[in-house]
Structure formats: C-alpha cells, structure tokens
C-alpha cells in the first residue's frame, strides 16, 4: 500500500527541515568551539580578524589542529544546511506549495 501524494511531500519537507534544524545547531556548535582553539599568541580580538572572533573560521591559520578540524565540521554542517533548505525550495517548487 503506497501513500498519498501529498502525505509523501509532507514527509519529505518535515524531514528536510528537522534535517536543517539539526545540523544548524551543528554549525553554531562547531563554530563556537573552533573559535575557541585559536594559536598560542593569537588575539581573536585583534585586527587580524577585524576584532571579531567568528572571523576566525575564515583564517584557518589562525586555528590550532583541534579548531581547523572543528572548522571542517562547521563548513560542512553549513554545507548541509544549505542542501537542506534548496532542496526544500526545490520540492516546493515542483509541487506547487510556492505560490
């Protein structure tokens, strides 16, 4: 027995966003704790991370191995929620929930 159309769909976009949800928070996770592996005698208050500490994501050399592996996980968690909400967009599109 297969299910409706519409109950798929549904389905679908509540998966692909419980899917974004999480892995948001991995992106805030992740990116927290990388910001706070810098390199010995790294200010992340400074100008070479125009006196914001997020920027640090940006400059991995500014990272110890333990915030560039962080950073990875950050990216990819980003990467992740990017696909999510496309494919969300994407879905809607093709059925029409974007009017």
Wanted: net charge positive; proline share 5%; with cysteine.
């Amino acid at each position: 027995m297969s299910l409706p159309r519409n109950m798929r769909v549904s389905i679908a976009f509540g998966a692909l966003w419980t899917l974004a949800f999480v892995s948001w928070f991995a992106v805030v996770a992740y990116g927290l704790k990388a910001v706070r592996q810098p390199r010995p005698g790294v200010r992340v208050w400074s100008r070479a991370t125009l006196w914001n500490p997020m920027n640090t994501l940006l400059r991995p050399e500014l990272l110890t191995e333990q915030g560039q592996r962080y950073r990875k996980s950050c990216l990819r968690a980003l990467l992740v929620f990017v696909a999510c909400v496309l494919a969300v967009f994407f879905v809607g599109a093709l059925t029409g929930a974007l009017k």
